[in-house]
């Protein structure tokens, strides 16, 4: 897991470390010296942490006018123990939500496994916004477990979703392919 990466070919439109609104804002990042593990697993220093111990998190694009982000995820997503839903939506979901974002695209390919435990986090985020939340490209299983707790009320997730080639568009077009084919933007 240390060679995984968060995205880069965007930095040149979008860098969370120089946006004032960004939790990670001046943040200064080693490509050498590793601190962050998933269990016993170290983690490539690029990705960012929002307190959870299985689950770290990139902030690839915001657009404050457009109300839109795009944000990468590593690890694991795990409610039923860590409750990293409770702790995403308190200290990083809020904030972004504060400063206008209303429409969150998560890219969750490289989260390897999700144990959800309820949807009541899930059901104040979407209740906090006026648009979506967007789950792309999760593997197989991570579908299951959140259609085992009914996430598809307040996420939406599968389908069309999970066959998004993100890495080959630009953030805007994103936006554009999510408002065409998905209502909740």
């Not at 170290?42 to 942490?49: E, G, K, N, T, V």
């Not at 915001?62 to 995403?88: S, T």
């Not at 998004?164 to 936006?175: C, E, G, T, V, Y």
Request: glycine letters at 6%; aromatic letters at 16%; proline letters at 2%.
């Amino acid at each position: 897991m240390h060679s995984i990466e968060p995205f880069y070919l965007w930095r040149d439109i979008y860098n969370s470390e120089h946006d004032e609104n960004a939790l990670n804002y001046g943040a200064v990042y080693s490509e050498f010296h590793y601190t962050n593990r998933v269990y016993n697993y170290l983690i490539h220093p690029q990705w960012d942490s929002f307190g959870s111990e299985t689950l770290f998190y990139k902030l690839l694009y915001a657009d404050y006018e457009q109300q839109f982000c795009i944000i990468e995820f590593i690890g694991e997503w795990n409610d039923a123990i860590h409750n990293d839903i409770m702790m995403l939506k308190t200290e990083l979901i809020d904030h972004l939500v504060d400063c206008g974002i209303h429409n969150f695209a998560l890219i969750v390919e490289n989260v390897l496994n999700f144990h959800a435990d309820g949807d009541d986090y899930y059901q104040e985020w979407k209740d906090d916004i006026e648009g979506g939340i967007y789950i792309i490209n999760a593997l197989p299983h991570v579908l299951e477990e959140m259609g085992n707790y009914r996430l598809h009320y307040t996420l939406s997730f599968g389908g069309g979703l999970n066959e998004i080639n993100w890495r080959k568009s630009k953030p805007d077009q994103i936006l554009e392919l999510l408002e065409t084919k998905y209502l909740d933007i």
